[in-house]
């Protein structure tokens, strides 16, 4: 595996390459990054992941600076895994030689909800950096893990908008065996918090459970698996029922109908926020 660290030195590993497949990432990776490093090689190749901590997605009271940057390790997995041929490190004069004025806003009503609603400004961030590295790397296909399901749904409404000649593949939410799902920010967790983690996904199957079982009061349906979050101890931020396909409010009926929904939740144990989905 060649790690380059410039746009330049990208661009001349790549030169002729028309099948590069990418996973952008900000490193510290774990058993999910080296998923979406191997559909990405079963899709196209040469693979080529980055490794980029991207100031602009975190917010002034967020954990930028403690972010975990484990780059000789991670360049370890990588070679171990032997699925990536380019890795690209940038630094973050390579990527923002000069303040990045120009940014991609994602529309509200779908970067201000959820996520974008406790977290402002994290959609034009991820947004902005995705179609800069896409520019870098120019991949044939791109994947993003499930797991930060809105940010999928905005990396693909951003490529079809701006017409991107890029194809984005989803990979399903890699789980410890307790259903907690992986996140780099898990190892910020106590011994104590991360025994208690894999609340936030049972609460996800609870809500499933209940719309198999006819509920369809959507408000009741939420409140009832943000109290039973809080009774654990949990902050909640959202724990919301949506469509899959818009993650817009579905109503009564159809959930009745069997619209296809998906069930999203964030919530802080401590100081650490974790979020989570399941599809219904
Ligand atoms: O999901 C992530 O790790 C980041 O949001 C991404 C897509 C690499 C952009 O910085």
């Known amino acids: 595996m060649k790690v380059v660290h410039t746009i330049q030195e990208l661009r001349d590993h790549l030169q002729?390459?028309?099948?590069?497949?990418?996973?952008?990432?900000?490193?510290?990776?774990?058993?999910?990054?080296?998923?979406l490093m191997r559909l990405a090689r079963q899709h196209g190749d040469p693979v080529v992941a980055s490794i980029f901590v991207?100031?602009?997605?975190?917010?002034?009271?967020?954990?930028?600076?403690?972010?975990?940057?484990?780059?000789?390790?991670?360049?370890?997995k990588l070679e171990a895994a032997r699925d990536v041929y380019v890795l690209f490190a940038p630094s973050e004069k390579e990527m923002y030689p000069e303040p990045q004025s120009f940014r991609i806003q994602p529309p509200d009503d779908l970067g201000d909800i959820l996520e974008g609603e406790f977290r402002p400004g994290f959609f034009?961030?991820?947004?902005?950096?995705?179609?800069?590295?896409?520019s870098c790397v120019q991949p044939r296909v791109a994947?993003?893990?499930?797991?930060?399901?809105?940010?999928?749904?905005?990396?693909?409404?951003?490529?079809?908008?701006?017409?991107?000649?890029?194809e984005i593949l989803a990979h399903e939410t890699v789980r410890e065996t307790s259903g907690l799902a992986l996140s780099s920010r898990n190892r910020y967790l106590s011994d104590a918090e991360r025994?208690?983690?894999?609340?936030?996904?049972?609460?996800?199957?609870?809500?499933?459970?209940?719309?198999?079982?006819?509920?369809?009061?959507?408000?009741?349906?939420?409140?009832?698996?943000?109290?039973?979050?809080?009774?654990?101890?949990?902050?909640?931020?959202?724990?919301?029922?949506?469509?899959?396909?818009?993650?817009?409010?579905?109503?009564?009926?159809?959930?009745?109908?069997?619209?296809?929904?998906?069930?999203?939740?964030?919530?802080?144990?401590?100081?650490?926020r974790l979020i989570d989905n399941l599809e219904l």
């Open 124 to 134: 034009d961030g991820v947004s902005t950096v995705v179609l800069k590295l896409f």
């Open 16 to 35: 002729g390459q028309t099948r590069v497949s990418f996973v952008p990432t900000m490193g510290n990776l774990h058993e999910g990054h080296l998923s």
């Open 195 to 272: 025994a208690q983690a894999p609340q936030l996904y049972a609460c996800l199957n609870a809500v499933k459970q209940q719309v198999a079982a006819g509920a369809n009061d959507l408000s009741e349906i939420e409140q009832q698996a943000i109290q039973l979050l809080q009774q654990q101890g949990w902050d909640v931020d959202y724990l919301a029922l949506r469509r899959q396909r818009d993650l817009l409010k579905p109503s009564s009926e159809e959930i009745a109908s069997g619209e296809p929904l998906v069930a999203l939740g964030a919530a802080r144990l401590g100081s650490t």
């Open 54 to 76: 991207n100031r602009l997605q975190f917010g002034p009271n967020e954990d930028f600076d403690l972010y975990p940057r484990t780059l000789q390790r991670d360049i370890e």
């Open 143 to 166: 994947v993003f893990g499930k797991k930060d399901y809105q940010q999928l749904m905005v990396v693909r409404n951003m490529c079809r908008q701006f017409q991107l000649p890029v």
